[in-house]
C-alpha cells in the first residue's frame, strides 16, 4: 500500500489515519508539490513514471491519492501503475460504509457510492465497451456499459425513493418532539472532535464513541438535564471534514436536518489539534452548505485535558461569552457549559391569565404545581380566574398537550380551557 498525495505534514497525518482506519496497510507517504494538477494523470508523466517504479519496488496493490480525481485521470494512473488507485472521496466513501449500521446509513452511504460509481464505470472494465449481440440483439443493439449504467441509475432512483421516506419519517418525529416542545441543540464539529464523547458526558448516555474518524454516522438525540429539568433537546450528528464528497453530504441531507432544526448549535473543535482553524473553515463550509450557517453557534474547545488550558467560558474585551473550554472526558468545565447553553437557549417566563371550568381541577392542580400563582379567585358559576408566571418551556408542554386534546381523562391537561391573557415574556433574572 503506497499513500500519495499533494499534503504537508499535517495534512499527510489526517490522510494517514484514514487509510488505517480503512484497515490499510501504509508502507510509505510521498508528498507531491505542483503549481497545479495534470489534466491527465494529477501529478504528471514524471512523477507517474517515479511512482511506478515505487510500486514494483514495495509490491503496492493499492495507491490512494489525498485528492478528488476524474474519472480520466484514475483511469490513466491505474493503467500506468498496474494496479488499483483510490482518491480521497473513495477512500471516505469506504470508510463511511464500513461505519454505517442502521438501514438509513446504509442507504445514504449507497447512494453517495452509486452516484461516483456511475461517472467511472469505464475505468477499469473494457469489456463494458463491447456491445452486446445473439439472436433479436443484432445491429446497434446496446452496449454493456449503457446497459450497466441504466441499472444503476434505476437504483439510484429507488434508494432516493426510500430516503424521501426515511425524511417524511424523521419529519413526523421531529413533529412530535416540537409538540413537546423542548429547544434543539445539534452538536456539530470535525471528525474525531469528541461529540459524541461530549453527549454522552452530558445526557449520561453510552452511545458508542471512539478515538477514530467518523465512528459516528447515525444521529442520536437526548434529552440534556438544565436546572434539574429535562429542558434541552441534543442532538449529535455525523462529523465533517475538509473534502468532504457533495454527494456524500446531498445523501445525508435528511439526517443533516437535525442541524437545520436546531435553536443553537454547539460547534465541538478539538482543541489540542495542530490545525485547528483549519478544521473549523471546513465545518463552517460544510454549514454553509447545507445552509445552517444562519443559525446561533456557541464554540466549544474540548480535549482541555491534553492541552493544559483552563477549562471555562472565554470572554471578548467588553465581557460577551465567545466560547467554552471543556474537557469530555474529565468532565471539567461543563457546568459553564451548561450554563451557557441555558443562556443561549433563552428560557423565559411568562404572565398567562386563564378561565378554568369547575372541571379542570386537575388542570388547576397542576398549573400550582408547575407556575407561580399569582392571583386566583372564583366566581357564581364556579369558574376559576387564575394569573400564573410559568416557564416558557413548561407552558409550551402544556399548550401542544392540550391543543392535542388526546390524553386521558385523569390527565391534567385532558380539556382545553380558556385563555384570557397570554402576555409579553420576560427572561428569568
Known sequence: MILHGEVDLDDGAEFFHLATDSDADVLELIPVTRNRPDPA???????????????????ADLVLFDRSLSPVQE????????????????????????RARTHEGKLQVELAQLTRLRTR???????????RGGIGLRGPGETQLETDRRLIGDRIQSLRHKLV?????RATQRRARQRAPLPTVALVGYTNAGKSTLFNALTERSNYAANRLFATLDPAIGRLQVAGQDAVL?????????????????????????VNQAQLLLHVVDGSAVDRDTQMAAVE??????????????????????TGEASGGLYDASGTLIAVNVSARSG??????????????GRSILRVELLLSPEEGALRACLHRLASVIDEDFDEEGKTRMVFDIDDLAWRRLR??????????????????????????????
Open 332 to 345: 471539567a468545565g461543563l457546568d459553564a457549559l451548561l450554563q451557557a447553553i441555558l443562556e443561549r437557549v
Open 121 to 131: 464505470l469505464i475505468r477499469g472494465w473494457t469489456h463494458l465497451e463491447r456491445q
Open 234 to 258: 441534543l442532538a449529535d450528528t455525523v462529523g465533517f471534514m475538509r473534502d468532504l464528497p457533495t454527494d456524500l453530504i446531498a445523501a445525508f441531507r435528511a439526517t443533516l436536518e437535525e
Open 75 to 98: 483511469r490513466n494512473l491505474e493503467r500506468a501503475l498496474q494496479c488499483r488507485v483510490i482518491d480521497r472521496v473513495g477512500l471516505i466513501l469506504d470508510i463511511f460504509a464500513r
Open 41 to 59: 494523470t494529477f501529478i504528471g508523466s514524471g512523477k507517474v513514471q517515479e511512482l511506478a517504479e515505487k510500486v514494483r519496488e514495495v509490491a
Open 400 to 429: 401542544a398537550q392540550m391543543r392535542d386534546n388526546g390524553c386521558q381523562a385523569q390527565d391534567p391537561t385532558s380539556t382545553i380551557p380558556e385563555i384570557i391573557k397570554e402576555g409579553d415574556w420576560y427572561a428569568v433574572e
Open 285 to 306: 463550509s460544510v454549514l454553509k452548505e447545507i445552509a445552517a450557517d444562519s443559525l446561533p453557534v456557541l464554540v466549544v474547545f474540548n480535549k482541555v485535558d491534553m
Open 165 to 169: 421516506k426515511v425524511a417524511a419519517h
